[in-house]
């Protein structure tokens, strides 16, 4: 049997077919009632309808989604979104974006209800791991779901990522090689309700102080402060708040790392005078504050996002379609040997 189309489905509801439209175009002029019937019946007969003319013949609706963990204006989520569109807009498609899914239930308003009243092509998703029973009926639909910088591959059809574990694993061992003794590492507590790629970062910093441990003399710890706007300030109280300062900070991002330079030095702590300090990202201002910082390149990983998206939904296969880089050591003045520091 082939895919259901608007006429089968008007048929199962007992309702016109424009009322079917409609219930997915128009779903204010449609009762509650009506509308709930016609697109449970949708569901299961696998049919999405279109917005416009031309997807009603392709079967497209020439529109994208992408969902974030935290706001666009983040500097990560901005150069991802500008490096989709560069592909997604000459393309021909729109991409709706949906911002704070950080909870469970956003997730499963979105995975549940959203792709039937929507209808989009394809879905990315920024930083943050899925559970694959929530992407189970955009499966069924046929609706590609490509992930940016994920804690996995689980669900997934398609992922682009850096390793962000190894790649904190090689800026806390830069630390450790230049002979710091006392490194602490800032860090915004983990969302119990989501899997993020920046929590894998801890994980690659405790790595690499336990690997160290045998062979050098560290004293290292995890500072895990509230997440919010406030956590850089958070991370600077408790780093203040130490019995005994440390000679080298390693931090989760340059947006912690960058207010730390400006505000410890009101304190009397100067890098690299007094402390060597590392961030990760290589974002705005990294450079004007000569930030050493572990480089990522989320523009570019928009795109090749969206080249997969692309391919996916022309039904093509993907020869690659879970691709991992690594991060960069960007060496620059906020850091040196420990014995230059004290």
């Known amino acids: 049997m082939g895919k259901a189309d608007i006429h089968d489905v008007a048929k199962a509801a007992d309702v016109s077919i424009s009322t079917v439209s409609r219930a997915f175009t128009r779903p204010e002029l449609v009762s509650a009632k009506t509308r709930r019937k016609v697109l449970e019946i949708a569901d299961k007969l696998d049919f999405n309808i279109s917005r416009s003319a031309t997807a009603l013949k392709s079967g497209q609706t020439y529109r994208v989604a992408m969902l974030m963990n935290e706001e666009i204006t983040s500097w990560f989520n901005t150069q991802v979104f500008a490096g989709i569109e560069s592909l997604m807009h000459p393309a021909g498609y729109d991409i709706s974006l949906f911002q704070h899914i950080d909870t469970a239930q956003n997730r499963h308003e979105f995975f549940s209800e959203l792709p039937i009243r929507r209808n989009v092509d394809a879905v990315f998703v920024a930083s943050f791991a899925i559970d694959p029973h929530e992407v189970e009926q955009l499966q069924r639909l046929r609706v590609p779901v490509i992930g940016i910088n994920t804690p996995s591959s689980d669900g997934f059809d398609a992922t682009i990522s850096i390793d962000d574990e190894k790649g904190m694993y090689k800026a806390t061992q ?18 119990e309700t989501m899997d993020s790629s920046i929590d894998s970062r801890a994980r690659g910093f405790i790595r690499a102080c336990e690997d160290a441990q045998g062979k050098h003399d560290i004293n290292w710890q995890v500072l895990s402060v509230p997440r919010g706007p406030a956590f850089a300030d958070s991370a600077l109280s408790a780093l203040l708040n130490l019995d005994e300062f440390p000679d080298a900070i390693c931090c989760q991002m340059d947006m912690m790392a960058i207010p730390l330079v400006l505000k410890l030095e009101r304190y009397g702590h100067r890098t690299p005078r007094d402390y060597s300090i590392i961030g990760f990202d290589d974002s705005p201002y990294a450079d004007t504050i000569n930030l050493t910082t572990m480089r990522q390149d989320p523009y570019a990983m928009g795109r090749i996002a969206a080249t997969k998206a692309l391919k996916l939904i022309n039904g093509e296969q993907l020869i690659t379609p879970y691709e991992v880089v690594e991060a960069q050591l960007i060496p620059r003045s906020t850091d040196v040997p420990y014995g230059d520091v004290i």
């Open 174 to 191: 830069h630390l450790i090689n230049l002979g710091h003794k006392h490194i602490v590492y800032p860090c915004s507590e983990a969302a």
